[in-house]
């Protein structure tokens, strides 16, 4: 057996049912994520807070920007969004797609995009924005129909091939870039709604990996090859749980000394 697929067989014996179950099993993910999501994109993230506003609510005598503070709140705000939904294994919408954004970008929009170009959490990008070394990015008025063509494409794999399908969600999803912004903490958060709805177990993308992220999102744009994806989203998923897989190995057995035989 794999090392990848040792974690899924723990994930999966966990038998998750509740949002009890999951809230036991994601207690110190929820925060890693957070932080490493937001991180990768914001390089004044730091874990001391975003712990403390999953832990208390609140950070104390804080004195950075107020656009990062709110990123790391609404990180919360969506993870207890979801919760039930996942539990529900309610399926991916364009409608739940636009609430997870509004929850990830509520009060982080800058003056240009809220106010000149008009753009709002929870609404599709109004004007053309592009990512990427290959400056990828569906038009405004297409945004949409891909959205759902790639929802319907990733529904029909389903079951079948968690993994590579969410690795087709999360580089698809960036590829169409259909947000102002905000596009890489949805697509991260989207990645691991859909594996955990399907009973796989999510991952963290670490901000030290980023470069080789961006590598494997790239190798999509350019040549539409998910391989570097799915294999780095395989190594960032053991990398995740890996101590919780040593934690549940058995503990070897010792020889009894030679008196007691």
Same mark, same amino acid.
């Given at each position: ?34 932080? =490493? ?5 914001? /390089? ?10 999953? *832990? ?6 804080? @004195? ?9 709140? =609404?990180? #919360? ?27 990830? @970008?509520?009060? @982080? ?10 753009? +709002? ?13 290959? *400056?990828?990015?569906?038009? $405004? ?7 759902? &063509? ?9 079951? #079948?091939? $968690?993994? #590579? ?5 999360? /580089? +698809? ?9 905000? =596009? ?25 990996? +980023? ?10 744009? *350019?040549?539409?090859?998910? @391989?570097?994806?799915?294999?780095? !989203? &395989? ?13 549940? #190995? ?10 007691? !035989?």
């Amino acid at each position: 057996m794999s090392r990848y697929d040792a974690v899924v067989k723990m994930w999966q014996d966990w038998n998750i049912r509740t949002v009890d179950d999951l809230a036991l099993r994601l207690d110190n993910f929820r925060i890693l994520f957070a932080y =490493n999501s937001g991180k990768i994109e914001n /390089a004044e993230i730091n874990y001391h807070d975003t712990r403390e506003i999953f *832990e208390n609510g609140k950070v104390v005598g804080y @004195t950075g920007s107020t656009r990062t503070l709110f990123e790391q709140q =609404n990180q #919360k705000v969506c993870y207890d969004f979801l919760q039930d939904k996942i539990i529900a294994k309610e399926p991916l919408s364009i409608e739940l797609i636009c609430a997870v954004h509004r929850a990830l @970008t509520e009060g @982080t929009y800058d003056e240009r995009r809220y106010i000149v170009n008009g753009e +709002r959490p929870g609404e599709f990008k109004k004007h053309d924005y592009v990512t990427g070394k290959n *400056e990828v990015g569906s038009p $405004p008025d297409e945004v949409e129909n891909d959205l759902a &063509e790639l929802i319907e494409e990733v529904n029909a794999i389903g079951a #079948k091939a $968690p993994l #590579k399908a969410g690795a087709y969600l999360h /580089a +698809r999803f960036e590829n169409i870039h259909p947000f102002a912004d905000g =596009n890489g903490r949805v697509g991260r958060t989207l990645l691991n709604y859909w594996l955990m709805i399907n009973d796989y177990p999510p991952t963290i993308v670490y901000e030290e990996d +980023r470069r080789a992220y961006y590598d494997a999102l790239q190798a999509y744009d *350019e040549q539409e090859d998910l @391989t570097p994806l799915v294999q780095f !989203l &395989e190594a960032q998923t053991v990398k995740t749980w890996s101590r919780s897989v040593e934690d549940k #190995k058995p503990a070897p057995h010792k020889k009894l000394n030679s008196f007691l !035989l």
